[in-house]
Structures are given as structure tokens and as C-alpha cells.
């Protein structure tokens, strides 16, 4: 396991080189990985045009939305920050806690479902969520349309990203407008990336190294796909229970959204893209150094 911890951190964050070959693990790694394509797919009923993401960036930075007119998207979300916010857990309405780590926006168009119990379909849903959510911006639909009907700028925006509509400002069109700015924070051609394409030599071979424990220890069974994680759910503690700390009990996780018995402590498995960049880890937040969240990966979920 420290040997995949040294290694590892380095595969997940690499950057660019030359050459073009083909080996065995490559050939193993593309059979559990894709590379993160540079034109991504529109999301569903949601037709991705460049005003509609203009509209979607100025929601994405506009405090106005939330009641305090203190909390943006980006509060939780910083893209400064790569797309998190560097807390255990975000601060929000009325400086409250909030429960749980806030994932990074970064690819996030490429999750199964959005929140860490999955509880949003896509980044619609998603983008609902939290302007409504008393603990983070506390507003109403009615209010944030209210507000953005006051400001001309807004109604221009939003007959330009919406063209046709009798009434384009709607909370509805808000989250298709955030969708369509959340779809463009995507990291593609990182040196694994190009390794995927298959450019053999791009990686070192200490990295290399890194990648066959990754795959041999069976990582890959949870943290496999275009974003290496967050494309399913699994129990967090197969093999072991960790401490409250780090697995609070009052976080049942799928169950809340379920109300299955199985789903008890069951969590969308986080992405591993840009892991360096987005610490602290785990839903709880409380783990803030990269191989310490590795060593207690191995000892919650690996067998061996």
C-alpha cells in the first residue's frame, strides 16, 4: 500500500510529454479508463449554446442569488480552488455547518449523479439544490426570479440564452443555464490522459509502477471511467469500520435518499481526478493529507 501511495498521487495529477507506443499495462489500464474528451456531450433536455453558458457564469458568481446576498455557487464551488473550497465542510446561511465535504465542480458533468448519496440526477437538479437549501443559500425560487427580473441585464441574458420564450426568466431556466457552465470545467489532456491515447512513454516508470498496484489491489473495482471514481455507489467500510471522525454514524449516506437497509453507509465513490487539489477527502472532510486517505482506504475497503 505505500508503495501505491508514493506512486499514485503523482499518476492522478500529471501534465503533458511526446511519443506514441504500446505495453501490456496500457492495455490493462484502457480496459478500465477512458481519457476525458475535449468536446463533451450536451446534457439531457439542455441544449449547451455559448449565451446560455454566459448566463450560467453570471448565476454561477452572483451572490444575489442567495438571501444574504453573501453566498454564491462559486462560494462552495471555487474554481480559484479547483473547483472546491479547501473546508472540511462549507460554511453557509447564518455562518451554519454544513454536513458534508463539498466535491469539486471540476468534471463533474461526468458523475452518475450528483451529491455524495446521489440524491440529484444531473447538475440541474443539483444546481436547485443548494439555492434552496435553508443550511446553504436559503432562498425560494420565487425570490431569485424576483431578483433577476429587477436587473435588465439579467432579463437580456436570459431572452438571449432562452431565445423563443414568452417568459424566459424562470428557476428552471436558472439550472439549465448553470448546467450549461458547469459542463465546461473539464481537465482533459493530463499526461495519464495522453497515456490513455496511447502515448506509452508520457508516464515514468515509477508512476507506471503506481498504476499496476492501483489496478492489482483492486482500486479499479470502485474507481474506474472517464473521472476514475464517481460513476457508482459502494459501502464505505467493506472490510472495516472507520472512526466516527471519518465516517460520522449519523451519515447513513444512499439510505437517506433510498430508505434501503443496504444502502446504509453507501456513498457515490469520489472521482480521482485532480486529487491533489481538492484535499481535505472522504464526505466528512476530517482527512487532509493524500496517503493518509489512501492507507485508510486500504485498511476500510482492501482485502489484502
Not at 474554481?79 to 465542510?89: E, H, W
Amino acid at each position: 500500500m505505500k508503495r501505491l501511495l508514493a506512486s499514485l498521487t503523482v499518476v492522478l495529477t500529471a501534465t503533458a510529454a511526446p511519443a506514441l507506443a504500446q505495453d501490456s499495462l496500457l492495455e490493462d489500464a484502457q480496459s478500465y479508463f477512458e481519457a476525458i474528451p475535449t468536446v463533451v456531450p450536451a446534457p439531457k433536455d439542455n441544449a449547451i449554446i455559448h449565451d446560455k453558458v454566459h448566463l450560467g457564469k453570471m448565476l454561477y458568481f452572483d451572490p444575489r442569488l442567495s438571501s444574504s446576498h453573501l453566498l454564491s455557487c462559486n462560494t462552495r464551488h471555487n474554481v480559484d480552488l479547483s473547483g472546491a473550497n479547501g473546508l472540511s465542510t462549507s460554511v453557509g446561511h447564518g455562518w451554519q455547518k454544513e454536513p458534508r465535504n463539498a466535491p469539486t465542480v471540476l468534471n463533474a458533468l461526468f458523475k452518475v449523479a450528483q451529491f455524495w448519496d446521489g440524491h440529484a440526477e444531473d447538475l440541474k437538479t443539483q444546481a436547485k439544490g443548494p439555492i434552496q437549501a435553508g443550511v446553504e443559500m436559503n432562498s425560494k425560487p420565487e425570490r431569485v426570479v424576483k431578483v433577476l427580473k429587477s436587473m435588465p441585464t439579467y432579463v437580456d441574458a436570459f431572452a438571449a440564452a432562452f431565445p423563443g420564450e414568452e417568459d424566459p426568466v424562470t428557476f428552471d431556466n436558472v439550472a439549465k443555464a448553470i448546467e450549461a457552465f458547469e459542463t465546461t470545467p473539464i481537465t482533459p489532456s493530463a499526461r495519464f490522459d495522453q497515456y490513455l491515447e496511447g502515448n506509452a512513454n508520457v508516464l515514468t516508470d515509477h508512476e507506471k509502477k503506481g498504476l499496476q498496484i492501483f489496478m492489482d489491489k483492486g482500486c479499479v473495482a470502485c474507481h474506474n471511467g472517464v473521472n476514475i471514481g464517481g460513476n457508482d455507489y459502494y459501502p464505505f467500510g467493506v472490510v472495516e469500520q472507520l472512526g466516527a471522525n471519518i465516517l460520522p454514524r449519523n451519515d447513513k449516506g444512499r439510505f437517506a435518499v433510498t430508505d434501503t437497509a443496504t444502502d446504509q453507509y453507501v456513498f457515490r465513490a469520489p472521482p480521482l481526478r485532480n486529487l491533489v487539489l481538492t484535499a481535505p477527502y472522504f464526505h466528512s472532510g476530517n482527512v487532509w493529507n493524500l496517503k493518509q486517505a489512501m492507507s485508510l482506504m486500504g485498511t476500510a475497503q482492501a482485502k489484502n
